[in-house]
Nanobody, 115 residues
Framework: QVQLVESGGGLVQPGGSLRLSCAAS????????MGWYRQAPGKQRELVAG???????NYADSVKGRFTISRDNAKRTVYLQMNSLKPEDTAVYYC?????????WGQGTQVTVSS
């Protein structure tokens, strides 16, 4: 049973930073290509950053230059460092494989950017 648990969200002012974490269990994490997704109210869930098992990364244009995805295979954890946050980054953030598997979605972590 694969379980992905997100944490690290919160309320932050515009221009601030947050670091999200996603801890994985029940799978061979090191061979998984992982992604961070977000879903804002009234919008579809979107992939914002991905990292392959080899460490290659990719980003949505909306977050490029502000967000950094990384992974620690020993800790079975993937991170999302978010800098220069904007109100439009407000959403629930989830992790999953880069080719998302429906049964792997966790509860997500809420990020709210507001003054």
């Amino acid at each position: 049973q694969v379980q992905l648990v997100e944490s690290g969200g919160g309320l932050v002012q515009p221009g601030g930073s947050l670091r999200l974490s996603c801890a994985a269990s029940g799978t061979i994490f090191s061979i998984m290509d992982m992604g961070w997704y977000r879903q804002a109210p009234g919008k579809q869930r979107e992939l914002v950053a991905g990292i392959t098992s080899g460490g290659s990364t990719n980003y949505a244009d909306s977050v490029k230059g502000r967000f950094t995805i990384s992974r620690d295979n020993a800790k079975r954890t993937v991170y999302l460092q978010m800098n220069s946050l904007k109100p439009e980054d407000t959403a629930v953030y989830y992790c999953n494989l880069m080719r998302a598997i429906p049964g792997y979605w966790g509860q997500g972590t809420q990020v709210t950017v507001s003054s």
